[in-house]
Each structure stands twice: as C-alpha cells, then as structure tokens.
Nanobody, 119 residues
Framework: QVQLVESGGGLVQAGGSLRLSCVAS????????MGWYRQAPGKQRDLVAV??????TSYADSVKGRFTISRDNTKNVYLQMNSLNPDDTAVYYC??????????????WGQGTLVTVSP
C-alpha cells in the first residue's frame, strides 16, 4: 500500500505564511513528479505547483512569486506559501506519480489539509 500524508494547514491572516509538508510511504519503487493541488468550496480541484524528479518546477499563475515547491529527497515534498490572501483558502492535496515495488504505476492522493486565510 502506498500513501501520502499532508500536514501544515491551518488558519492564517492575509499576508501571512504557511508551509505544507507531504510524506510518501509504503511499497514504493520510485516517485516521479510530486505536486500540490487545491480545491476551494464549490470549485474544481486545480493544480498549484508540481516538481519533477529532475527538480523542474511549474506553478499556477495565481501563485507564481508567492509559493515555492521543493523536495528534499525522493519521498518528501513541501509547499512554502507566502503573502497568502483569502483567495488561497482551500483544501490542499498532495499528489504523486508513484511506481510501486511490483512496478505498477499509480497516481496517489493525500487526504488533504485545510488552509484558511482570513481577511
């Protein structure tokens, strides 16, 4: 079994910062891309940022210059969020493309962590 566990969400005032963490565990052979998505109430789930195994990153236009995605090894990914505003309020989900030890390709989601930004 493969799973992603997020942490670091919470309530913050506009202009503040939060750092989300995501740890992958289980029967993992390799992890390709890792990323963060978010879903605001009544809206679809959208890509926030992604980082490849090679370290290439990509961001949604709405977070460029404010959010930074990083990986410190093959199984951990982080999202540093600065200059938060109420529009950033959402449930944030970690996502990864994982190859299991039996060489099965999986797309895995975390359970989500709520970020609430007050005006």
């Amino acid at each position: 079994q493969v799973q992603l566990v997020e942490s670091g969400g919470g309530l913050v005032q506009a202009g503040g910062s939060l750092r989300l963490s995501c740890v992958a565990s289980g029967s993992i052979w390799s992890i390709n891309r890792m990323g963060w998505y978010r879903q605001a109430p009544g809206k679809q789930r959208d890509l926030v940022a992604v980082v490849t195994t090679g370290g290439n990153t990509s961001y949604a236009d709405s977070v460029k210059g404010r959010f930074t995605i990083s990986r410190d090894n093959t199984k951990n990914v982080y999202l540093q969020m600065n200059s938060l505003n109420p529009d950033d309020t959402a449930v944030y989900y970690c996502n990864a493309g994982i190859v299991s030890i039996i060489r099965r390709s999986l797309e895995v989601w975390g359970q989500g962590t709520l970020v609430t930004v007050s005006p």
